[in-house]
């Protein structure tokens, strides 16, 4: 379920702010307490806990003699439903703690009364309540007028959920609900909760057999041969746009001595994320990030002003120790490749290097039809450096985006705290927000590193260092493509982009002369000689989501022809196969989204475009 996580008020910020007022909001957190009243309705023993919006929802917590069963989550709508009819009005009480303490013990309703004991004397100033019908809750507020206002909605699930979420609590029974402005929009969430679930990465990634994971190495996957194909495809187009960015490639070791990420400042503050290693003498960690190693490759040399900006792509494995156990799949790996770069640059080419960025990711991402948005992260509160250090740098991320013609938004308080820097997301097929790419512009590491360059006049300067990585992770941003084009990926990153299918043995010797010239063109191309019918195997391809299906006959064979069929339903019949190569190539060449299949046409692609 797609709720759990993305549960943005906690139990205090119900109580104490009830949040930006968002009339959706609102209206959810509304109809968390309709929820709560029909729930003591049919279990009159019921105890609750908290009931807060949350994104897309709401939900509530209750302490209940049994476990809820599907029938009751029906039974409860069904009450809801007759209180949104009664448009029963919120009125809203204040109490002093003492009342209020005595009014819900005497309600039997002992996890309210530990929430308002636990109130700080300024927080519990005004304890109110909101009354509607013969209900009434502990509620900072505010509230839809009455519950007539509370649009379409529909109870989601049931789960187990601590107290306070301590496990040494009780365990309470959480019933997640969703409600919206219309029924169409109400209509649009339960597709988009269905389809992420038909979606869902990890198992298309077992069906259509392009990677696996096993306990023997936790959060790391195990790539099959297709979803290498995949992998590869992506870093070509990745190299290419980079290459033509001004980049070369550099490779760094895996395993790198402690004193290193010492001076890097990861071993501080980094080093709980980190495999360390003893290697008997010494101390090692496995990499979690390339940014130190690509400053020792600048040391090796004097630079001067006329070596830089040096742009420098490091593709190598990253090792970070996350958690496992959770099911997370490619969304959080042990072992990942960042197409990561750095820019090593004078302060006077910062400008020119942050626009290139910019350009780089909308050009990386077009080719998947991605439109990127951005946000500008400013100055935390906790901070290096002077209020001019940050006015200038954050002034020099913000003309960037200028003159790109770019606009953003604020996340202010979101840089670290050395720099500022520039987030990049993307939205997918189902509307939803993926943040990928991070700009980030640093000049703690290049004086970490003591980094020098002779400078026009004879002098010494430090460089400045731009870091980026466009894709993110290739294990990440393979789950979100994944996810995003259904696993019916465009034939520029399909693993299979033809399947051959020779409708009887006769045609195998042809079939593999197709194959062969299908390859000959760079693409990648299958045969599919089993003595199963043509239908069975035009059905596992389309299973397989391949991009083209050519079914050789007699009169193909003859002709030296071959008959296509899309993944999206269109044939053709008898196409000289030297036009249908160097058609498919040149589509292959030009990255086009083809064949364009309904699966990525969706509403929420619509909504995001708009
Ligand atoms: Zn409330
Ligand atoms: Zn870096």
Redesign the pocket.
């Known amino acids: 379920m797609a709720l759990e996580g993305d549960e943005v008020r906690s139990e205090a910020t119900e109580l104490l702010d009830a949040g930006a007022h968002d009339p959706l909001d609102t209206m959810r957190h509304s109809a968390a307490h309709v929820m709560a009243a029909a729930v003591l309705d049919l279990f009159p023993d019921a105890k609750l806990g908290i009931g807060p919006a949350i994104r897309d929802g709401f939900y509530y917590d209750f302490d209940l003699p049994r476990a809820l069963t599907p029938a009751d989550l029906e039974a409860i709508e069904g009450k809801m439903r007759e209180q949104v009819a009664a448009n029963l009005s919120f009125e809203r009480s204040e109490l002093g703690r003492n009342e209020a303490v005595a009014q819900v013990t005497a309600a039997g309703q002992e996890y309210k009364a530990e929430i308002i004991r636990d109130l700080s004397d300024d927080q519990a100033k005004v304890i109110s309540f909101y009354t509607h019908g013969s209900f009434s809750d502990l509620c900072r507020g505010p509230h839809v007028k009455a519950t007539g206002r509370i649009g379409p909605f529909k109870l989601l699930s049931s789960a187990g959920a601590y107290w306070r979420g301590d496990e040494k609590r009780p365990m309470l029974q959480r019933i997640y609900g969703t409600v919206w402005e219309t029924q169409a929009d109400l209509d649009r969430y339960l597709w988009r909760v269905e389809e992420a679930k038909k979606r869902d990465h990890r198992k298309l990634g077992r069906d259509l057999d392009l990677f696996s994971f096993h306990p023997e190495s936790p959060a790391a996957p195990f790539w099959h041969p297709r979803g290498m194909a995949l992998w590869r495809a992506l870093e070509a187009w990745s190299l290419e746009v980079r290459h033509r960015g001004g980049f070369v490639e550099v490779r760094t070791p895996a395993v790198v001595r402690k004193e290193l990420w010492e001076t890097s400042g990861h071993w501080d503050l980094y080093k709980d994320n980190m495999f360390v290693l003893d290697d008997a003498d010494h101390i090692s960690g496995l990499k979690p ?3 130190p190693e ?1 400053m020792l490759i600048y040391k090796t040399q004097m630079r001067s002003y006329r070596d830089l900006p040096m742009r420098l792509a490091d593709y190598s494995w990253l090792f970070r120790r996350e958690r496992t156990g959770a099911l997370a799949g490619m969304f959080r790996v042990r072992q990942l490749t960042q197409d ?1 770069s ?1 820019v090593l640059c004078r302060d006077d080419q910062v400008d020119d290097e942050l626009r290139l960025a910019l350009s780089l990711v909308r050009e990386t991402y077009a080719p998947f039809g991605f439109t990127p948005t951005f946000k500008l992260a400013t100055r935390p509160e906790k901070r290096l450096g002077s209020d001019e250090f940050w006015d200038r740098a954050e002034g020099r991320l913000r003309d960037a985006l200028a003159a790109e013609g770019l606009e953003y938004a604020l996340d202010p308080g979101g840089a670290a705290f050395y720099a500022p820097k520039i987030d990049i997301f993307i939205a997918d097929a189902l509307g939803r927000e993926w943040q990928m790419a991070t700009v ?1 512009l ?1 000049y703690q ?1 290049p004086q970490r590193f003591d980094l020098e360059y002779r400078a026009a006049d004879g002098g010494f300067e430090r460089p400045v ?1 731009v ?1 980026y990585a466009i894709y993110g992770s290739f294990e990440r941003f393979i789950g979100v493509i994944t996810e995003h084009f259904a696993g019916a990926f465009p034939a520029w990153l399909a693993p299979v982009q033809a399947m051959v299918i020779p409708i009887a043995d006769r045609h195998n010797e042809y079939a593999g002369q197709v194959v062969t010239a299908l390859r000959e063109a760079g693409l990648r191309a299958e045969v599919d000689d089993r003595s199963e019918r043509m239908q069975a195997k035009l059905r596992d391809a389309q299973e397989q989501k391949v991009p083209v299906m050519l079914v050789l006959g007699d009169r193909d064979q003859e002709a030296g022809a071959v008959s296509p069929r899309l993944r999206t339903g269109e044939s053709m019949q008898g196409v000289p196969l030297a036009d249908f190569v160097v058609d498919l190539a040149g589509r292959v060449a030009r990255r086009e989204l083809w064949p364009y299949a309904q699966e990525t046409a969706t509403e929420g692609a619509a909504e995001a475009a708009s």
């Open positions: 990030m390339n940014c690509s990561d750095h980030q640093d590491l260092v870091h």
